[in-house]
Nanobody, 118 residues
Framework: QVQLVESGGGLVQPGGSLRLACAAS????????????MGWYRQAPGKQRDLVAH???????NYADSVKGRFTISRDNAKKTVYLHMDSLKPEDTAVYFC????????WGQGTQVTVSS
């Protein structure tokens, strides 16, 4: 079973930056991480989990309107890791952030908490 481990969250002031990482392990034998479209998601308290950004195997990216121009998704296939660089953070970005294969999803990791507050 694929294991996803997110890291890099924390408490940051409005306008600050964070870089999240998501490492995938225990891929099935023969699976090639580079072929998967990967996404970053977030879930705020009492709300559903929403897609924030995704990156294809070719490196094409797409972002939710709420983060466009502020967040950047990237990947390092050799490390089986996906990153989310977040700039100009706002209080409404506060959430638990997860990564996963775009579709079909693997089992979800624990996520990493991002709190934007002064």
């Amino acid at each position: 079973q694929v294991q996803l481990v997110e890291s890099g969250g924390g408490l940051v002031q409005p306008g600050g930056s964070l870089r999240l990482a998501c490492a995938a392990s225990r891929l099935a034998s023969g699976s090639i991480f580079s072929i998967y479209t990967m996404g970053w998601y977030r879930q705020a308290p009492g709300k559903q989990r929403d897609l924030v950004a995704h990156i294809t195997s070719e490196g094409k990216t797409n972002y939710a309107d709420s983060v466009k121009g502020r967040f950047t998704i990237s990947r390092d296939n050799a490390k089986k890791t996906v990153y989310l660089h977040m700039d100009s953070l706002k209080p409404e970005d506060t959430a638990v952030y997860f990564c996963n294969r775009f579709s079909p999803a693997w089992s979800w990791g624990q996520g990493t908490q991002v709190t934007v507050s002064s």
